[in-house]
């Protein structure tokens, strides 16, 4: 039976932070990532087995580069603003996700995962496109992986403890399909010491398309801290 989960401030801001922020309570500039973010995710899905003529492309090319230098021209910065598993609940309310590669709105790499938060663990819908495609019709086993990380890692964080994936196991039930709405749901277990116990599900429809079981390892806080230091360290030497 699973331990009782915890009902801390910092967890109840998560599950806020989970159903993501509608654009009218983020900044404009938080809103137009969003939007640069959807107008890419359809580059990418109209550009995987085009038909389009090698005139059309290249001008399409040309038109991607300039908008590549005109990026360029800005600088970059880091844009690490949260981490998924235990993130700062300061500042605006939807940047903490908006960067993930599974589910953050300004990630033009992200499906994006719907997710929500429950009474001891989380359900997700997505719909992966003709980007994540594996076998023929189907999801690439390795992105399936990495949903499931993301949506453990949600899970995890019911221990009150949450940390980082320590062992991730993916059993593959039946094929996996694109361009279909797909339900996943992970579950909090229990707790041993540092170690936190979770499970999950992937659902196309009535049909059983995946399971997994992830371990995920507590971490201190200020290890976190270390680590977002360190990048922003190494950015800033680029």
Partial sequence: ????????????ALMVRWHGAPDDQVSERSRQMRRMAAATRQVIDKLVG?????????DAAD??????????????????????EIANTAGDAASTFEHSPFFGLANPLSPPLQLWGGDNGVEAVVVFGAAYEGPPGCVHGGYI????????????????????????TIKY??????????????????????????????????RLCAEAEGIFVSVPATRFAELIAQRQSAQSED
């Fill in 50 to 58: 085009t038909v389009a003529s090698a005139e059309v492309l290249a």
């Fill in 1 to 12: 039976m699973a331990d009782e989960p915890d009902d801390s401030l910092a967890r109840r």
């Fill in 63 to 84: 038109e991607i580069e300039r908008i590549v230098a005109r990026l360029g021209e800005a600088g970059r910065n880091s844009v690490y603003e949260g981490y998924a």
């Fill in 173 to 206: 039930r039946s094929p996996t399909p694109l361009h279909t709405e797909l339900r996943m749901v992970g579950e909090y277990v229990r707790t041993e010491g540092r170690r936190v116990y979770t499970s999950g599900s992937l659902w196309a429809g009535d």
């Fill in 145 to 168: 992986a990495g949903a499931f990380d993301e949506v453990l890692g949600a899970a995890q964080t019911y221990s009150g403890n949450p940390g980082m994936t320590g062992t991730l």
